[in-house]
């Protein structure tokens, strides 16, 4: 099994709310991480959790909050958003973040639009 | 650190032809990884094909080959009888293979993208 899944498929939310992204994957990896991908962009990078502890915030805005209750779930939680942070968000699973070659398995992406 | 180009915004290409995207990278590292990545519309972005910096052989996944050029710092990917499915957003990725400093976690590094279409 090479999937990551990701709920839900798509959010709407006001910039007063409090809502959370949902990651799982089941491949024992032991890095996740979370993009913002804006469209016709690339993916930007905003944290890393390698064997559950954070090892890289991108310098993103507090209102971002990103939590790894065990190896397989991420979750990032969202509150007092702005419209500009309206995007596609992914996550990333790998078996590590080594110096190997460890491939980053994406899931199908959150969309999130914030009125 | 370390850049990617992809030089070409939109490219086309009729099905069951043959098309080049290009990639160019800027390091002064000896050790890293390239990948290709596709993601088709409103789809999840997969990994096509990959290549390590310090294999001379050039990577092949089927009907895509990548043309790996060291010394020019270029990786370019290579589809061969294009199909109608092959139509997305390619990005082109690096990542390093040496200890980073700091709290760097070996990241990717991405180009801007290439869109593909595949005309019928």
């Known amino acids: 099994d090479t999937e990551v899944t990701q709920t839900p498929k798509h959010l709407v939310m006001g910039m007063t709310n409090k809502k959370s992204l949902k990651c799982e994957q089941h491949m024992g990896h032991r890095a996740m991480y979370w993009y913002k991908q804006k469209a016709k962009k690339p993916p930007e990078l905003m944290f890393v959790y390698s064997y559950e502890k954070l090892s890289i915030n991108e310098s993103v805005p507090s209102r971002f909050s990103p939590e790894c209750p065990n190896s397989s779930l991420l979750n990032l939680h969202l509150h007092a958003l702005q419209p500009e942070d309206s995007a596609l968000y992914l996550c990333?699973?790998?078996?590590?973040?080594?110096?190997?070659?460890?491939?980053?398995?994406f899931g199908p992406g959150t969309r999130l639009t914030v009125t | 650190a370390q850049t990617v180009t992809q030089s070409q915004p939109e490219m086309s290409v009729q099905e069951a032809e043959t098309v080049t995207l290009s990639c160019t990278y800027d390091t002064s590292e000896s050790d890293y990884y390239l990948f290709w990545y596709k993601q088709p519309p409103s789809r999840q972005m997969i990994l096509v094909i990959r290549q390590e910096a310090y294999k001379q052989q050039n990577a092949t996944e089927n009907r895509f080959s990548v043309n790996f050029q060291k010394a020019a710092k270029s990786f370019s990917l290579k589809i061969s009888d294009s199909q109608l499915g092959d139509a997305a957003m390619y990005f082109c990725a690096y990542r390093s293979a040496i200890p980073p400093t700091g709290a760097g976690s070996y990241q990717l590094t991405f180009g801007k993208g290439t869109k593909l279409s595949v005309i019928p």
């Open positions: 990333a699973s790998s078996q590590g973040t080594g110096p190997q070659m460890y491939e980053q398995y």
